[in-house]
């Protein structure tokens, strides 16, 4: 598992060209935004504007901060997303127009190819002190709020807010984490099996 800081992660503009992506991790490492099997980034959404489209690509959104965003997904109803309402799996090679609802946003995306690997979105917060056992084989552990502290049998270490924990070697590993703060837990599986 690599920790890995929030000043470290790759920034690189959309796809479209109309923002920017700061890009945690994609497999295969180096991969582009045509070729990856999955990625994780956050992004900065400062106005209303048309998402980039990703043909073969399962996407989940997650608002991190701001007052939140509608989306207009082509053949669906509208929604709006904030901070309260958790993460939102969606198509991404449908054309999705967005709309903020009072000021910039920023968000958390995941994204894997369908056919080759699903995921899922968790929000995992911590009581006070208390420490809870996990086990991760391909995905992250983002730090959303507070200090968290990470945990394996070797080591540990604190993530601040948008620190991640970054796996991506298909073999199980057990983790802990403790502390009174929130994290988003992204699991992504091969479709191989």
């Known amino acids: 598992m690599r920790i890995l800081r929030s000043a470290t992660y790759?920034?690189?503009p959309w796809k479209n060209g109309g923002g920017e992506t700061?890009?945690?991790?994609v497999f295969p490492e180096g991969a582009g935004m045509d070729d990856f099997g999955w990625r994780i980034s956050m992004a900065h959404v400062a106005q209303d504007g048309p998402f980039s489209l990703f043909?073969?690509?399962d996407r989940t959104l997650l608002v991190l901060d701001g007052m939140g965003i509608k989306l207009d997904i082509a053949g669906q109803v509208p929604v709006h997303l904030d901070k309260d309402?958790?993460?939102f799996s969606f198509s991404a090679d449908?054309?999705?127009?967005?709309?903020l609802c009072d000021g910039p946003i920023a968000d958390l995306n995941v994204m894997t190819r369908r056919g080759f690997f699903t995921h899922d979105v968790s929000i995992i917060t911590l009581e006070t002190e208390s420490e809870q056992p996990f086990t991760l084989r391909i995905g992250a552990v983002f730090c959303l709020h507070k200090n968290v502290i990470f945990i394996t049998d070797k080591k540990s270490n604190h993530l601040y807010p948008?620190?991640?924990v970054v796996r991506a070697v298909d073999t199980p590993q057990q983790f802990r984490l403790r502390g009174e703060g929130t994290v988003v837990l992204v699991r992504i599986y091969p479709c191989n099996e």
């Open 85 to 87: 309402t958790g993460p």
């Open 10 to 12: 790759r920034r690189m």
């Open 22 to 25: 700061r890009e945690i991790a």
């Open 94 to 99: 449908k054309t999705t127009y967005s709309r």
């Open 55 to 57: 043909p073969g690509i």
């Open 162 to 164: 948008s620190d991640s």
